[in-house]
């Protein structure tokens, strides 16, 4: 896997995100992890919603559309729910709940999923 980080205007968002893209990876999603841990995230895409049936921790979740626009954010979303990003959701962005200060973003700001490798002195 390469590793990507998500930024905004070059600040860095994110350190570590994993794509889900596949259909058995877009499915499985964090189910069975304990927890994730600050500065990673996992990306679902093509995906317009989740649910957080069976999880063992509650999540912060960007929801971004095809551009990396931010859509729509939800803040703790805890175990046995289900959230909609809305028509222009193409993506989601999962994260444990709590590290991610969400209101560093809001609805319209795009962000950038960057290759670890294309960073000096990383990876």
Avoid: Y
């Avoid at 626009?69 to 803040?75: F, L, N, Q, S, Y």
């Avoid at 994260?95 to 609805?107: E, H, K, S």
């Amino acid at each position: 896997m390469n590793p990507l980080r998500l930024e905004q205007d070059g600040r860095v968002l994110v350190d570590t995100v994993e794509v889900a893209a596949r259909l058995p990876e877009r499915m499985r999603g964090l189910l069975g992890r304990r927890a994730l841990p600050p500065g990673r995230a996992l990306l679902i895409t093509p995906c317009s919603g989740i649910h957080t049936f069976f999880m063992r921790f509650a999540l912060d979740v960007l929801f971004l559309d095809r551009d990396l626009a931010v859509v729509k954010a939800v803040a703790n979303v805890r175990p046995g729910r289900c959230v909609a990003g809305g028509r222009a959701a193409n993506a989601v962005l999962e994260m444990q709940a709590g590290w991610f200060p969400l209101d560093t973003v809001a609805a319209g700001d795009r962000l950038t999923l960057r290759s670890r490798q294309e960073i000096p002195g990383d990876g």
